[in-house]
């Protein structure tokens, strides 16, 4: 079993910036498929970003250029680094990794853009 716990959501204005944090209770290491995903209110969730292989990333079209997702596998921690935020990059952000044939999620963190 995987236990994820996002943090570093909140309230920011437009063109802001966030970095969000998912903290693994069991170690990265050997884990090639972590990634994120948002849920904006009212919509269906939708992959942001995804880190496989150690290093090769991938990013949905609405946050090239915006948002980096980074692992440390020292903390076994995922991140991911928000910049130039809009109103449209709203909502809960879920973490996932994909360990032993599963995925596993964490509880989500709330991310708000508004002036």
């Known amino acids: 079993q995987v236990q994820l716990v996002e943090s570093g959501g909140g309230l920011v204005q437009p063109g802001g910036s966030l970095r969000l944090s998912c903290a693994s209770s069991r170690s990265i290491f050997s884990i090639n498929n972590m990634g994120w995903t948002r849920q904006p209110p009212g919509n269906e969730r939708e992959l942001v970003a995804y880190?496989?292989?150690?290093?090769?990333?991938n990013y949905a079209d609405s946050v090239k250029g915006r948002f980096t997702i980074s692992r440390d596998n020292a903390k076994s921690t995922v991140y991911l680094q928000m910049n130039s935020l809009k109103p449209e990059d709203t909502g809960v952000y879920y973490c996932?990794?994909?360990?032993?044939?599963?995925?596993?999620w964490g509880q989500g963190t709330q991310v708000t853009v508004s002036s």
């Open positions: 996932y990794v994909d360990w032993l044939g599963r995925r596993h």
């Open positions: 880190i496989i292989t150690g290093s090769i990333t």
